[in-house]
């Protein structure tokens, strides 16, 4: 799991034994006079990815699997807790990577699609503190892109009319106002008012009463 303007990547220490992928269609069903029920198709809908993952507490475990590449990251089960409610709290899709690979180790094909985590549910069994067991919902997300629409009216006069429908990114940095906290930008352009430690630690701030206008802040 990555998000896309990041290069971190969380990979889950043991794979999951299976997973669910769901595709929706759109169709809509009407009542009709004389026909009946009929059903109208629309298309196909959002894919719906559902999976149990275990977050052991021991990585020295047999079947934890190593590293698929030197940049990914492979922690305890609070690294994953806590990111599985940031992916949540950020508002913003992240990149569901996967990869299949057989037992002889031949790799048949990777997966990489764009998802929101639409739930998680973590379980705690006596008996086994330290490890968790987490039910994990995504849901395929599509960017809407602009687009330009060309209308023209009963004269034959043609316009042009921009849809401005484009996802917003979230800023990599912030230039601070009058009237500004740390916690107001935080949650502002950061949607979580907690991220402002974060913002302190990246920009080396010790004291967020002696915020400067003018000072432009790292937000990643």
């Known amino acids: 799991m990555k998000y896309e303007h990041k290069q971190e990547i969380y990979q889950l220490p043991i794979p999951p034994e299976k997973m669910i992928t769901k595709s929706y269609n759109t169709n809509k069903k009407y009542e009709t006079i004389g026909m009946g029920e009929v059903n109208i198709m629309k298309g196909i809908g959002l894919r719906e990815i559902f999976m149990t993952i275990m977050l052991p507490n021991d990585l020295l475990l047999p079947f934890v699997q190593p590293r698929y590449s030197p940049n990914v990251i492979i922690g305890k089960p609070i690294l ?13 899709p992240l990149q569901l990577l996967i990869t299949r690979i057989l037992p002889n180790g031949e790799e048949i094909f990777k997966g990489n ?38 209308l023209s009216d ?4 043609v316009y042009n009319i921009t849809t401005n429908r484009t996802s917003k990114e979230p800023n990599k940095s912030y230039t601070v106002k009058s009237g500004d906290t740390l916690w107001k930008i935080a949650k502002r352009e950061l949607n979580d008012e907690t ?13 967020p009463k002696k915020l400067k206008v003018g000072t432009v802040l790292k937000l990643y």
Not at 80 to 92: D, I, M, S, T, V
């Open 80 to 92: 994953y807790l806590g990111k599985f409610r940031e992916f949540k709290a950020n508002k913003k």
């Open 154 to 157: 009963k004269n034959n006069n």
């Open 195 to 207: 991220k402002y430690k974060h913002i302190m630690q990246l920009n080396n701030i010790t004291d």
């Open 113 to 150: 699609i764009n998802v929101t985590l639409e739930e998680y549910i973590v379980y705690e069994n006596a008996g086994e503190e330290g490890d968790f067991l987490v039910d994990l919902v995504f849901r395929e997300y599509v960017e809407i892109k602009e687009e330009t629409l060309t």
